[in-house]
């Protein structure tokens, strides 16, 4: 079934870019969700359809997605951002919906 | 607004059985597919099933197919997860969660019930 491929972890300094990536054959030709996760609490939806945000998101939370790589980017990281951070995609050859590894985010 | 509650988790032997609900408000339940997803301690998040709106069409993931069964009363706006001959790697939080239209993805989740599989 469809693997998507996502980084352990990123760290960054606040007020700058943090950069997500997930890895999957040709996940250009699908839609592409991402999730946060802080500790303790519910994943929130944070982007959807490759580049839409939710309107309780905040516009430096940002997504796009091409060829086998799909990206969130945070920018003016903030310390609350830290969290975990998962894409997801429904797996339309299988009806399965999967989820990647997720990618901690560190603020230093 | 969107508000979805888990209960019925809790410490079970292997090889038993155990039913999950999710009851659902704030939203038109009867009009969105709902799914289960659950994270073992420490780890990822895990589609576990997936139910479209009316209960008729009906997807399990590979490591459930065949023991758990998903099922809904819209008349109750209340989600189930019945789950027969648990295993210990079944021992995670389960999450329902609410679809954000066309049965593609979850918008709003629960808090989540934990599960653990143990002797």
């Known amino acids: 079934s469809y693997v998507m491929t996502q980084p352990p972890s990123v760290s960054v300094a606040p007020g700058q870019t943090a950069t997500f990536t997930c890895g999957g054959d040709?996940?250009?030709?699908?839609?592409v969700q991402w999730y946060q996760q802080k500790p303790g609490q519910a994943p929130v939806l944070v982007v959807y359809?490759?580049?839409d945000r939710p309107s309780w998101i905040p516009e430096r939370f940002s997504g796009s997605n091409s060829g086998n790589m799909a990206t969130l980017s945070i920018s003016r990281v903030e310390v609350a951002d830290e969290a975990d951070y998962y894409c997801?995609?429904?797996?339309?050859?299988?009806?399965?919906?999967?989820f990647g590894g997720g990618t901690k985010l560190t603020v230093l | 607004q969107v508000h979805l509650v888990e209960t019925g988790g809790g410490v079970v032997q292997p090889g038993r059985s155990l039913r999950l609900s999710c009851e659902a408000s704030?939203?038109?339940?009867?009009?969105?597919?709902m799914y289960w997803v659950r994270q073992s301690p420490g780890k990822g998040l895990d589609w576990v099933a997936t139910?479209?709106?009316?209960?008729?069409?009906?997807f399990y993931a590979d490591s459930v197919r065949g023991r758990f069964t998903i099922s809904r009363d819209n008349s109750k706006n209340t989600l189930y997860l019945q789950m027969y001959r648990l295993r210990s790697d079944d021992t995670a939080l389960y999450y329902c969660?609410?679809?954000?239209?066309?049965?593609?993805?979850?918008?709003?989740w629960g808090q989540g019930t934990l599960v653990t599989v143990s002797s």
């Open positions: 969660a609410k679809d954000a239209g066309y049965a593609q993805f979850p918008d709003f």
């Open positions: 359809d490759d580049d």
């Open positions: 040709n996940i250009g030709s699908k839609s």
């Open positions: 139910i479209l709106h009316d209960g008729r069409r009906i």
């Open positions: 997801q995609v429904w797996d339309t050859n299988y009806d399965i919906w999967k």
């Open positions: 704030g939203f038109i339940f009867s009009e969105n597919a």
